[in-house]
């Protein structure tokens, strides 16, 4: 971690929002939303679904245009860009060095096609000269490398299980030596026993190979195992940014105090302790006053019904909430995960 937190900075994620009109209708998907990743490091980002995580990764990877903000990201040149500025050519390059996993192993890989085409596709629209054999070295050199065996490229994705699928997607987003790697619910649609062999994979791929990941799941015990950092998202905002260990030890934000309270532990005689959240995520098109969360908040106060809190440094972490310096709320227990 110390290491990590030497080296450079490689993208600053700036005020990014995300606004989707629809019939007059606004809806704000992601506002004001900022951080900092360093080189190597993996930062989470959960909440329950609809708050907004897939829609930054989206703005994040330029997949589709944020509202506002900037994304400055230091290429592999050493140079900084902002990526919300690069027209469709300039962004060509960068792209390479960026990929995404996305969430469902199944439906992401075009099925009338064979495993070394799904590999090697990237590589045939970066680099349309590189000969034949050079592409398909690669190809079996990367498939090895992420556990597939390389006798079975000819194949379709369907002759598949879900794990090597994942495998599969991990090996296209790697096959062009990318430096972030944004990985969308990646673990989620996988059985437990194959989400950890991914998860391993994954970090030892990061080591071999200095990766960053931006690590999306609404899965706060899949986003412990893997990241240095975490951003708690409710209703498009960031509500807690900090270190993983800390933020799950003790966490400052009320709506990271339900989310922990609710992740399963292993032993089937501990009791979960779970605080109830009540009513349903609200309407992002008509969100509540002040503090987005004050109805299900269950420490809620007049002020944070007219007032909303911005995201402020308390202990070591960025939280909104006017009650953050004064509540002493529950984290997550390690003990029952022995
Ligand atoms: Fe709860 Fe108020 Fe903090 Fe919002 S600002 S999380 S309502 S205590």
């Given amino acids: 971690?110390?290491?990590?937190?030497?080296?450079?900075?490689?993208?600053?994620?700036?005020?990014?929002?995300?606004?989707?009109?629809?019939?007059?209708?606004?809806?704000?998907?992601?506002?004001?939303?900022?951080?900092?990743?360093?080189?190597?490091e993996t930062i989470g980002i959960v909440g329950e679904s609809g708050c907004g995580k897939t829609t930054l990764g989206r703005c994040i990877v330029r997949a589709i245009d944020a509202s506002e903000g900037e994304v400055i990201y230091k290429t592999l040149a050493g140079e900084e860009v902002n990526f919300l500025t690069l027209d469709k050519k300039q962004m060509k390059p960068i792209r390479k060095e960026i990929q995404m996993i996305f969430q469902d192993p199944y439906s992401s890989l075009d099925p009338r096609m064979t495993v070394l085409d799904i590999i090697g596709e990237p590589i045939r629209a970066n680099y349309p000269k590189m000969p034949k054999k050079e592409r398909e070295q690669l190809i079996k050199e990367i498939a090895a490398k992420v556990g597939l065996n390389t006798t079975y490229l000819m194949r379709y994705p369907h002759a598949f299980s879900?794990?090597?699928?994942?495998?599969?997607?991990?090996?296209?987003?790697?096959?062009?030596?990318?430096?972030?790697?944004?990985?969308?619910?990646?673990?989620?649609?996988?059985?437990?026993?194959?989400?950890?062999?991914?998860?391993?994979?994954?970090?030892?791929?990061?080591?071999?190979?200095?990766?960053?990941?931006?690590?999306?799941?609404?899965?706060?015990?899949?986003?412990?195992?893997?990241?240095?950092?975490?951003?708690?998202?409710?209703?498009?905002?960031?509500?807690?940014?900090?270190?993983?260990?800390?933020?799950?030890?003790?966490?400052?934000?009320?709506?990271?105090?339900?989310?922990?309270?609710?992740?399963?532990?292993?032993?089937?005689?501990?009791?979960?302790?779970?605080?109830?959240?009540?009513?349903?995520?609200?309407?992002?098109?008509?969100?509540?006053?002040?503090?987005?969360?004050?109805?299900?908040?269950?420490?809620?106060?007049?002020?944070?019904?007219?007032e909303a809190p911005e995201l402020h440094e308390v202990d070591g972490r960025m939280v909104a909430c006017h009650r953050a310096e004064e509540l002493s709320l529950r984290g997550f227990n390690y003990d029952e995960m022995q």
């Fill in 1 to 40: 971690m110390s290491e990590i937190r030497e080296k450079d900075v490689i993208l600053q994620v700036r005020g990014v929002s995300k606004v989707f009109s629809s019939k007059g209708v606004n809806v704000r998907a992601v506002t004001n939303v900022s951080f900092d990743v360093r080189k190597g």
């Fill in 162 to 306: 879900g794990g090597q699928r994942q495998r599969i997607g991990i090996a296209r987003a790697l096959i062009l030596n990318p430096q972030i790697i944004v990985c969308d619910e990646a673990v989620s649609a996988l059985d437990v026993s194959i989400q950890a062999q991914i998860i391993n994979l994954l970090r030892d791929l990061q080591k071999e190979l200095e990766l960053t990941y931006i690590f999306i799941s609404h899965d706060l015990s899949v986003v412990e195992h893997i990241s240095d950092k975490v951003g708690v998202m409710y209703l498009g905002r960031m509500v807690e940014f900090g270190e993983t260990e800390k933020l799950f030890a003790s966490p400052k934000h009320p709506y990271t105090e339900a989310l922990l309270s609710a992740v399963p532990v292993a032993d089937p005689d501990v009791k979960m302790d779970r605080i109830p959240l009540q009513g349903e995520i609200p309407n992002p098109a008509n969100p509540p006053s002040g503090c987005y969360f004050h109805e299900r908040c269950r420490y809620c106060t007049e002020r944070c019904v007219t």
